[in-house]
């Protein structure tokens, strides 16, 4: 099991993205967050399909944190059952990977 | 291996995009499609590099139904070759997870 | 582990991210790249949190490429440490990695 992960998130407003994203990078439960805005999402959902504007969010941690980070992003996120998910890194430039361990381990 | 992945499938125009994500929910073959605009692709064909634009669609499934769905996807994508690939969910919010399951399972 | 690949590396310009991306495209280090224009980047480098308007590439290619792709890209960006990560494809249409396969094999 690799260490470092990608993680996903959607949201419906870019204001609310980057709110959470900076809640999560200051409490360095992630150490860098991409919002992809304007994307179009097609779902199901009680019965129902919908077809609605939503955000990209994909941050990168350490697999460690993902319960940690699941419930932080679960509370700051307005909708009912968001979705979180991770992907596992298999590689990466080791000064990066570096760097997302530094920015994720407190100072003292 | 995880039983959930996303699927990254890549195409031409939006409206196309958004009628295969609805086709492919309706059939509960995946729980919903992020469709990502404007994309540029650059890539080589038959000895010739192209610049394109495209849509970037990102689907959350089952694993098992990759098959099923690498079928339905391949018939109704007008290219030749279409990409279509899966990487694992490694891990996600358990009532995510959840609909992903419930949502491509036929109710009867 | 499978033997293919998506990359993923961030840079804060389209016009650099095509530059980059032909040029790996050329050399069969990629098969082919998506860019993701204008993502918003939230992320903390030397203890301050910084917000900035970003490009998402995402590259396709054979895993035993990556430690030469990742010299590569390191040396056509212009960052100090790059984001260059990869995630193992799982699964794909069979064709499309045939063609991932052969478009990033030399002639001859």
Chains 1, 2, 3 share one sequence.
């Not at 959470?20 to 409490?27: D, F, Q, T, W, Y």
């Not at 439960?29 to 179009?40: E, G, K, S």
């Not at 944190?65 to 932080?72: S, W």
């Amino acid at each position: 099991m690799n260490p470092f992960i990608i993680c996903i998130v959607t949201i419906d407003d870019m204001e609310k993205a980057a709110l959470i994203a900076r809640v999560l990078v200051e409490k360095k439960l992630v150490a860098c967050v991409n919002i992809v805005p304007q994307i179009r999402s097609i779902y199901s959902w009680k019965g129902q399909i919908y077809d609605e504007s939503e955000c990209l969010m994909i941050m990168k941690t350490r697999r460690e944190l993902f319960g940690k980070l699941q419930t932080a992003a679960k509370e700051l996120h307005p909708y009912e059952v968001p979705e979180i998910i991770a992907l596992e890194i298999a590689e990466g430039l080791p000064a990066y990977l570096s760097w997302i361990d530094e920015s994720t381990r407190p100072k003292f």
